[in-house]
C-alpha cells in the first residue's frame, strides 16, 4: 500500500485548504483511513477517521466544526477539507491506512503512513 498526500501550502489564517490522500493498489474501499497531523518537535496528532464505505466519521475537537473528511473509493482517493484555519493547524498532515484495534486516535493502530504534506497557517 502507498498513499501519497498534496494540497499542502501556505494559507493564512482564516483561509481554506483541501488536502488528497492518494493510495495504490486496489483494495482501498476495504479499510478505513485516518488524517494526522505532527508539528516540529511534538509527536502525531489525529485529526480524523473514516471507516471503509464512508459513512462513519470522527473528527478531534480541535478540528470539530472546520474539518470535513472524504473519501472517493471509486477514485482511491481521500481527502481533507479544512476550513477556518488557525495557526496552530500548522503542521505535517499525512494519513494512514487503519490496521484494527480498539484506539482510532493512536498512530500504533495504523500500519501505512504516506510521506505527508506542509500545511503552514500564517497569523
Known amino acids: 500500500v502507498q498513499l501519497v498526500e498534496s494540497g499542502g501550502r501556505l494559507v493564512q489564517a482564516g483561509g481554506s485548504l483541501r488536502l488528497s490522500c492518494a493510495a495504490s493498489g486496489r483494495t482501498f474501499s476495504t479499510y478505513a483511513v485516518g488524517w494526522f497531523r505532527q508539528a516540529p518537535g511534538e509527536g502525531p496528532d489525529w485529526v480524523s477517521y473514516i471507516n471503509a464505505g464512508g459513512s462513519s466519521t470522527v473528527y478531534a475537537d480541535s478540528v470539530k466544526g472546520r474539518f470535513t473528511i472524504s473519501r472517493d473509493n471509486a477514485r482511491n482517493t481521500l481527502h481533507l477539507q479544512m476550513n477556518s484555519l488557525k495557526p496552530e493547524d500548522t503542521a505535517l498532515y499525512y494519513c494512514?491506512?487503519?490496521?484494527?484495534?480498539?484506539?482510532?486516535?493512536?498512530?500504533?493502530?495504523?500500519?501505512?503512513r504516506g510521506q505527508g504534506t506542509q500545511v503552514t497557517v500564517s497569523s
Open positions: 494512514a491506512r487503519w490496521g484494527g484495534g480498539a484506539d482510532i486516535t493512536s498512530i500504533d493502530e495504523y500500519d501505512y
